[in-house]
């Protein structure tokens, strides 16, 4: 649950930042963040938080055999 909600804060920001009309950004690592990439990869997150465990653990089974 803990991966969906951080996907979600990382859509959000994404969004907010697009809304705003910041396509790029530089965070306080001074590395270069784009709205849309933010996005992206917070759909990702979202996505694989909603893997059962159990699929999971079945894929790394037959891949180890």
């Known amino acids: 649950m803990g ?6 804060l990382i859509v959000y920001c ?6 705003r009309g910041i ?4 965070n306080y690592h001074r590395a270069e ?3 849309p990439a933010l996005i992206v990869t917070g759909a990702v ?8 465990d159990s699929l ?6 037959s891949w180890r055999r």
Do not use: H
């Not at 991966?3 to 979600?8: M, R």
């Not at 994404?14 to 809304?19: F, M, P, Q, T």
């Not at 997150?45 to 059962?52: D, K, N, W």
């Open 3 to 8: 991966i969906f909600a951080f996907g979600l």
């Open 14 to 19: 994404g969004i907010a930042l697009i809304n």
């Open 23 to 26: 396509f790029a950004y530089r």
């Open 33 to 35: 963040m784009y709205s």
């Open 45 to 52: 997150f979202m996505v694989l938080a909603l893997i059962p």
């Open 56 to 61: 999971v653990e079945r894929c790394v089974r």
